[in-house]
């Protein structure tokens, strides 16, 4: 059971676009309907289409701005999003923040001032900062924590722990 992000931002911006010219075309009908003069006069608006050969530059811009939006929508909707959820097992799962979250508090170690972790489908990427001017043993500590919480959760797949002390140096 993986969750992918939504397309929120394509998806509202297509929809903003469709329900801005739909707005204008019901609005144009309305207007001629009424007997009333168009928004956008239409004569002038057709002249302009009828007049502008194929060969033109601007309908070569415009179609291949039409090409480059649609190639981009459909990419957006082929290409998976990112998991929000990692799979305990077939019917459960766990949400990537909140176990980001679990292990950020887990790697706050004894002498760990501050801890950054990051969460992908095969490998954990912890990023620690110390005051200590000796750092050894550290990295290890911070490890065994996270990998005993990894443990904790009984994920599917367990994935590999990798930890980076950094030693904050404090100005003199």
Request: charge should be positive; charged fraction near 20%.
């Given at each position: ?103 950020r508090s887990a790697a706050r170690v ?63």
């Open positions: 059971m993986t969750r992918r992000s939504r397309r929120t931002l394509s998806a509202t911006l297509t929809a903003l676009v469709l329900l801005a010219a739909s707005a204008l075309v019901a609005v144009c009908a309305i207007q001629l309907a009424l007997g009333e003069t168009p928004l956008p006069p239409y004569d002038s608006v057709a002249d302009l289409l009828h007049g502008t050969p194929w060969s033109a530059r601007e309908v070569a811009v415009a179609g291949g701005v039409a090409a480059v939006i649609g190639l981009v929508l459909l990419l957006a909707a082929v290409v998976p999003g990112r998991a929000r959820t990692t799979a305990l097992d077939e019917r459960t799962a766990v949400s990537v923040r909140g176990l980001r979250n679990a292990l004894d002498g760990v001032e501050s801890a950054a972790v990051k969460v992908r489908r095969r490998r954990v990427r912890a990023v620690v900062r110390t005051r200590r001017a000796v750092v050894d043993g550290l990295g290890d500590a911070v490890r065994t924590a996270l990998e005993s919480r990894v443990g904790e959760f009984a994920l599917a797949r367990p994935p590999q722990v990798v930890v980076r002390v950094k030693a904050v140096r404090s100005a003199p």
